[in-house]
Each structure stands twice: as C-alpha cells, then as structure tokens.
C-alpha cells in the first residue's frame, strides 16, 4: 500500500468521525519530508482526540502502520500524527483558522476527497474556495 492509499484511510477515518474541512494534498514536490498532507477540523477537544484515535486505530488495522510520533494530545487544539510518508493534521477550527497550513502550501495539489470515499464532505467557506477554486 502506498502513502497516497494510506492518506486517503486517514481522511475516510477523520470524515467517519465528522470532522470537516478534510483537505488532502500531495506535498511531494515541494518538500523532502513527507509525500501527504491530510488536514481536518474538528469542533472541540473531544472531538479532535476522537478523529485522532480513529485515524490511528483505522491506519492500523487496514495498513498496519503505526505513527512515528504523535504531537498535541495534551491540549488537543492541534494534534498531528507522522506516519512518515503522510502527516495527519487535527485542528480545533480557531487554530486551523490561524495557522492556514492549506495555504502555506497552496501551490500542493489538492486530492479530491471523493478517492478516499467521502462522498458528502463539509467545508467551511474558506476551505471550499481551497478545494474548488471554481
């Protein structure tokens, strides 16, 4: 399995336990450290550690890998789980909102969620501009 199959697990994962905003983008050319960015909101600490646990419970048992490391678990406002080839990005919608790693790298093209099987994705108004700049 490759990391683009794994990033999609990861944002099927994070779209099952109602996160929003669930951006994928495919960082490979523009940085040697990872292939995928997967970033999602969740609404409240209890929400982002939920979307945390799924995605590492579901990355485990479909692609049995497990992160290289975890960040953020304490304060919950982002957590982010490395797994290598794909970084997970969990935020609560204000640090989201302030950091806008979605447009950091806005050259990154952007993954369409449907590959991954989310078929009815939520976006906030930024994000939807993000995604579907049309």
Do not use: C
Request: hydrophobic share 45%.
């Amino acid at each position: 399995m490759n990391s683009r199959e794994q990033a999609l697990i990861a944002a099927r994962a994070a779209d099952e336990k109602k996160a929003s905003d669930i951006v994928i983008q495919d960082v490979e050319k523009l940085l040697v450290i990872t292939d995928y960015f997967v970033l999602a909101t969740g609404q409240n600490v209890r929400q982002v550690l939920s979307i945390a646990e799924a995605v590492e419970e579901t990355l485990k048992k479909e692609a049995d890998i497990k992160p290289l490391s975890i960040e953020g678990l304490d304060e919950a406002a982002w957590v982010l789980l490395d797994y290598g080839d794909f970084i997970v990005h969990i935020f609560q919608p204000d640090v989201r909102e302030f950091y806008r790693l979605e447009t950091l790298w806005g050259d990154a093209p952007i993954v369409d969620v449907i590959e991954a099987g989310i078929t009815d994705p939520v976006y906030s108004e930024r994000i939807e501009k993000i995604v579907n700049p049309s």
